[in-house]
Nanobody
Framework: QVQLVESGGGLVQAGGSLRLSCAAS????????MAWFRQAPGKEREFVAG????????YYADSVKGRFTISRDNAKNTAYLQMNSLKPEDTAVYYC?????????????????WGQGTQVTVSS
């Protein structure tokens, strides 16, 4: 089992920045990739960004390219999401997810473990 705990959400004005963290514990050696998803009120959960855990490479949804950056610290078993130039439409609950079978997963059903989510609210 892998446990994921997100932190760093909050309220920020449009144009501001936030950094989310996702700390993994348990069978962390099994992790092959981690990602961030988000779910806005009344909408389906959507992929935001992902990063391979052992190989190089990160990938993003078109809506956040150039504004968000995903990174990892393997020594701390932690993934981060730096969010800049935030917009009101970025308001959502952000979830961290971990996969133990693929290097560059992007679909929800590819991920094996999920965090509890952290709220990000961007005011206009």
């Amino acid at each position: 089992q892998v446990q994921l705990v997100e932190s760093g959400g909050g309220l920020v004005q449009a144009g501001g920045s936030l950094r989310l963290s996702c700390a993994a514990s348990g069978r962390t050696l099994a992790i092959t990739a981690m990602a961030w998803f988000r779910q806005a009120p009344g909408k389906e959960r959507e992929f935001v960004a992902g990063i391979s855990w052992s190989a190089t490479g990160s990938y993003y949804a078109d809506s956040v390219k150039g504004r968000f950056t995903i990174s990892r610290d393997n020594a701390k078993n932690t993934a981060y999401l730096q969010m800049n130039s935030l917009k009101p439409e970025d308001t959502a609950v952000y979830y961290c997810a971990a996969d133990t079978g693929s290097w560059y997963p992007q679909k929800e059903d590819e991920f094996d473990y999920w965090g509890q989510g952290t709220q990000v609210t961007v005011s206009s």
